[in-house]
C-alpha cells in the first residue's frame, strides 16, 4: 500500500536558517505529492504540490521538488522565520485509487527561535 | 468565499454514546471526505462522498458512518464511542469527485474527547 515517512521533530532553528524536511514516499504508479501545513489550533492548510517528476512546488518562500528516483519530496526554505513555527505533513495522491485520498506521513514539527 | 466549515469545534462525549459532526464544503465544491487526526500524528483518511454515496473508505470500522446531503454538506457519525476515537476530525473538500490530483481543502476541525 501507499506510505509517507517523514523525518522525525522537533526541528528547532533560529530565525534565517536554512530549513530542510525530508519526506520519502512508496506508491504504486506515478502519485501526486503534497506539503499541508499545521498551525497551531487550526486545521491543514495547502502549503505546495507537484504532480509529475521533476515538478517543483513552491510557495511563500517554500519549496520542494518531485524525485522520482529516489521517491523523495524533501521540503525546504532558504530563511525560516518565526511565523513559520508549525507542524509539517508530507501527502501524496495516488492516481490509480479512485478516491483522491490522501496519505499523510506523521508530521514534523518545527519552531523557530528568534 | 466560505471555505470549509465544520461544527462543532469542540465537544465533549461518555464511551459509549453516539455523536454526529457536520460539514459544509468550500464554496463550489462536491466532493467531501473526512479524516481522523489523533493527537501527533497525521490525518487518516476515513471516507469521501461524492454524489451523495460512499465513494472510498479507510480502514475505520463500521462504528463510523456518513451522509452527504443534496447541498453537498456532509455529517459523520460515530457509533458506541470509544476513549480510542478521542481526536481531531478534519473535513475536506474537493471538486469532481474521486480524481487524483484536485487541491484538497481542510476545514478547521472538530476536536472530540471521550471520557
Known amino acids: 500500500g501507499n506510505s509517507v515517512t517523514q523525518m522525525e521533530g522537533p526541528v528547532t532553528l533560529s530565525e534565517e536558517a536554512f530549513l530542510t524536511i525530508n519526506c520519502t514516499y512508496t506508491a504504486t504508479g506515478y502519485p501526486s505529492l503534497f506539503w499541508y501545513v499545521q498551525y497551531p489550533g487550526e486545521g491543514l492548510q495547502l502549503l505546495l504540490k507537484a504532480t509529475k517528476a521533476d515538478d517543483k512546488g513552491s510557495n511563500k518562500g517554500f519549496e520542494a521538488t518531485y524525485r522520482k528516483e529516489t521517491t523523495s519530496f524533501h521540503l525546504e526554505k532558504g530563511s525560516v522565520q518565526v511565523s513559520d513555527s508549525a507542524v509539517y505533513f508530507c501527502a501524496l495522491s495516488a492516481p490509480y485509487n479512485a478516491g483522491n485520498m490522501l496519505t499523510f506521513g506523521g508530521g514534523t514539527r518545527l519552531m523557530v527561535k528568534p | 468565499d466560505a471555505g470549509v466549515t465544520q461544527s462543532p469545534t469542540h465537544l465533549i462525549k461518555t464511551r459509549g454514546q453516539q455523536v454526529t459532526l457536520r460539514c459544509s464544503p468550500k464554496?463550489?465544491?462536491?466532493?467531501v471526505s473526512w479524516y481522523q487526526q489523533a493527537l501527533g500524528q497525521g490525518p487518516q483518511f476515513i471516507f469521501q462522498?461524492?454524489?451523495?454515496?460512499?465513494?472510498q473508505r479507510g480502514n475505520f470500522p463500521d462504528r463510523f458512518s456518513g451522509h452527504q446531503f443534496p447541498n453537498y454538506s456532509s455529517e459523520l457519525n460515530v457509533n458506541a464511542l470509544l476513549l480510542g476515537d478521542s481526536a481531531l476530525y478534519l473535513c475536506?473538500?474537493?471538486?469532481?469527485?474521486?480524481?487524483?490530483?484536485?487541491?484538497?481543502?481542510f476545514g478547521e476541525g472538530s476536536w472530540l474527547t471521550v471520557v
Open positions: 475536506a473538500s474537493s471538486l469532481g469527485g474521486p480524481a487524483a490530483g484536485n487541491t484538497i481543502y
Open positions: 462522498y461524492y454524489e451523495e454515496e460512499e465513494r
Open positions: 464554496s463550489g465544491h462536491d466532493t
